[in-house]
């Protein structure tokens, strides 16, 4: 199965022909019976341009000179679900907008040999220590993930008299290992008029210290530091240090649903601001439009959080929101939804959240689209 990491020119015609079919033709004069486990499977399909160790035939073998992806790399083979490699190894490369010269055998193979296929090749990959993919749950607009990250997000705030953008940076670093930068820029309403400027940036690590394919879960713990740099006077920060180490635990559920936690402390490093505990919890299930299109992900969060001080009571929130992947590759997708309190509402107002995430791992903003 020609799975191939990034688009370019082709570089001969005839030989790369040759071998773009080989492996369709060979599995597809085989019987059922001979092709009977990944290992046979993947050498009758994949070998001739994969390489039977997994590593990419050389490029005078195959005739073209697209890059082929090296499956004992795990840092490749290990983030994306076993569904997305069914995908392109079922329909082609152009299904999720790779190089149509990675060929569809849907016709060729039955599901279930294209799933033993897709099984061995994650195989090549055998450290570990890296997260499967399939734990890499949807995002939510509040809780945080467990699963380490390449992303860019564009999250934006709307409240009366507040409007908030957040651009997040995380970068993963080795299987488990993940830092990111939060760069917000508020505009808010004042008594003298509207104020606009930069908020409180925050810088994070989050490590994460269990993952089970098999029970289908992930442990992280992290730790984020939030700086005084926007100007509390003008209402676009807080004007102090905030500490704020947490938790975070993804699980998947049956029929594509899941459920997340966080739970945490914000301490600030001033004696009269209070400490406060906040919990998190999200629960939801993916939906994909067709057989290999758009996955939509409806989420519902509840959030609390309570400043551990006498007197102050616990404050809740719900949000309802809704995910949806928008490039046929999957790495560019929304979330739009509502955090509604559920108590005090004299002095909390609804607001409408949204994000962009861009997962530049998989490819550029503008590629994998068509």
């Not at 713990?221 to 939030?226: D, S």
């Not at 439009?289 to 959030?303: A, K, V």
């Not at 939804?337 to 861009?358: C, I, K, M």
């Amino acid at each position: 199965m020609a799975l191939e990491t990034n688009r370019v020119a082709p570089a001969s015609t005839g030989m790369a022909l040759v071998l773009l079919l080989v492996g369709a033709a060979s599995a597809s004069a085989q019987t059922s019976a001979t092709l009977n486990s990944g290992e046979s499977v993947y050498r009758a399909a994949c070998a001739a341009c994969h390489g039977p160790d997994g590593r990419g035939a050389p490029q005078l073998t195959v005739g073209f000179d697209v890059a082929l992806p090296d499956f004992t790399d795990c840092s490749f083979n290990s983030r994306e679900p076993a569904a997305d490699w069914f995908a392109i190894s079922h329909d082609g490369g152009p299904v999720r907008a790779f190089d149509a010269r990675m060929p569809a055998f849907g016709q060729a193979l039955t599901a279930a040999q294209i799933e033993m296929a897709v099984a061995r090749i994650k195989r090549f990959c055998d450290d570990p220590s890296w997260p499967a993919g399939e734990l890499n749950l949807p995002r939510a607009l509040i809780t945080e993930k467990a699963f380490p990250e390449d992303e860019a997000v564009l999250s934006t705030t709307v409240a009366s008299g507040t409007f908030v953008n957040e651009f997040l940076y995380e970068r993963r670093i080795g299987a488990r290992t993940q830092y990111e930068v939060k760069v917000p820029v508020a505009v808010h309403e004042g008594d003298s008029g509207w104020r606009r400027g930069l908020g409180d940036v925050a810088v994070a690590m989050k490590h994460a210290f269990h993952h089970s394919l098999q029970r289908g879960r992930i442990f992280a713990g992290a730790a984020e530091i939030l700086l005084p740099t926007g100007k509390e006077n003008e209402g676009l920060g807080r004007g102090v240090t905030v500490f704020e180490p947490f938790a975070a635990f993804g699980q998947m559920l049956p029929a594509d649903g899941f459920i997340q936690a966080q739970i945490g402390f914000e301490i600030p490093f001033a004696e009269d601001h209070a400490n406060e505990f906040f919990w998190r919890g999200v629960v939801g299930k993916s939906f994909v439009q067709g057989e290999f299109g758009r996955t939509w992900s409806p989420m519902i969060e509840l959030l609390g959080a309570k400043e551990l001080a006498d007197g102050e009571s616990v404050l809740w929130d719900v949000v309802p929101q809704v995910q949806v992947t928008l490039s046929k590759r999957q790495h560019i997708m929304i979330n739009v939804g509502v955090r509604v309190p559920v108590n005090e509402r004299d002095s909390r107002r609804a607001q409408v959240l949204t994000y962009f995430l861009w997962d530049w791992f998989d490819g550029g903003l503008f590629d994998g689209w068509r």
